[in-house]
Structure formats: structure tokens, C-alpha cells
């Protein structure tokens, strides 16, 4: 059974700091892209960030780019996303995903989601 849990959200200052962990059963993390999305209240979950397999690309959302930091351990199987000089507006629910196919954007082509993790900046 695949399980994917995220640890490290928590309540933070505007400027701070967090990093997120997405710890990975069940699966070999390395046979998979892994992305982080995200979701404030009332609104659809939205890209944040993604990795390839390997690590050796990333993409981002215009919104945290410069700010935040994918990086991925597929000895400890697991995901971080280092998230600095957070604003009230990164204040979500932080979701981990498995894709077996490619690094996408794209939501829909993701085939494991972990339960989330909440994030609230504080201004």
C-alpha cells in the first residue's frame, strides 16, 4: 500500500522559514517524479513545485520561485520543500505527489496524493 506523509507544517511569521518533508511506503521513490501543490481555503489546489526522478530538474511556480526549494532523498525515500521568506499568501494546505511518468504542473497526472499539511503565516 503506498503512503505518502508530510511532516513540518506549523504556524510561522511573515519572513520565516519551513521545511516540509514528505516521507514515501510502499514505493521506490526513485521510479518517481514527485511534486508539492497546495491549497487555501476556498480555492482549488494549485501547483507549487516539482522534481524529476533523479533530482536533476525542478520546476516552479511563479509565485514561489526564489523562495522555495524541492529537493528529494531516494535513499531515505523522502521529498523536502525548504520554504523561505513565506508571506500570508503561502498560507495552505501542503500536499506531496507521486507521479510514475514525468515532472508536470499538471494536477491531474499525479497517481498518489499524501493527506497534507498545514501551513499558516502569520503577518
Known amino acids: 500500500q503506498v503512503q505518502l506523509v508530510e511532516s513540518g507544517g506549523g504556524l510561522v511569521q511573515a519572513g520565516g522559514s519551513l521545511r516540509l518533508s514528505c516521507a514515501a511506503s510502499g514505493l521506490t521513490l526513485s521510479s518517481y517524479a514527485m511534486g508539492w501543490f497546495r491549497q487555501a481555503a476556498g480555492t482549488d489546489r494549485e501547483f507549487v513545485a516539482t522534481i524529476s526522478h533523479s533530482g536533476g530538474d525542478t520546476y516552479y511556480a511563479d509565485s514561489v520561485k526564489g523562495r522555495f526549494t524541492i529537493s528529494r532523498d531516494n535513499v531515505k525515500n523522502t521529498v523536502y520543500l525548504q520554504m523561505n521568506s513565506l508571506k500570508s499568501a503561502d498560507t495552505a494546505v501542503y500536499y506531496c505527489?507521486?507521479?510514475?511518468?514525468?515532472?508536470?504542473?499538471?494536477?491531474?497526472?499525479?497517481?498518489?496524493w499524501g493527506q497534507g499539511t498545514q501551513v499558516t503565516v502569520s503577518s
Open positions: 505527489a507521486a507521479n510514475g511518468l514525468r515532472a508536470t504542473t499538471a494536477r491531474v497526472e499525479y497517481d498518489y
